[in-house]
């Protein structure tokens, strides 16, 4: 079994305020966790208006299906064109 854990540190260019902020993350959440089999949510920088942590996370018996999904969540947000992605951190555990 492998669980993977993906991190993105994103810049949302729209938001003039945290409520418009929290619409945009809430629509980005939204549209991976109907279009992948991962768990997902705001990790970080609540308080920021034009920046968010996220944090996804997938059980596989392969790692290299979770890294094709993680890829693929990465390509939905930057194509949505809500935001930028500035950092990735992924990672592996085997068990």
């Known amino acids: 079994m492998v669980v993977g854990v ?3 540190e994103i810049l949302l260019h729209a938001p003039l305020s945290l409520k418009e902020k929290r619409g945009m993350v809430k629509k980005i959440l939204g549209r991976c966790r109907a ?3 991962v768990s997902c949510a705001e990790t970080g920088n609540q ?3 034009q920046r968010s ?3 996804f996370t ?3 018996h392969d790692e290299g299906a979770v890294h094709t999904i993680f890829d693929k969540i990465v390509d939905e947000i930057e194509r949505t064109g809500f935001a930028e992605i500035i ?3 992924i990672e592996f555990n085997h068990y």
């Open 6 to 8: 993906m991190q993105l």
């Open 35 to 37: 279009r992948f089999p």
């Open 47 to 49: 308080e920021l208006w």
């Open 87 to 89: 950092d990735r951190f």
């Open 58 to 60: 997938m059980v596989h």
């Open 53 to 55: 942590h996220l944090g």
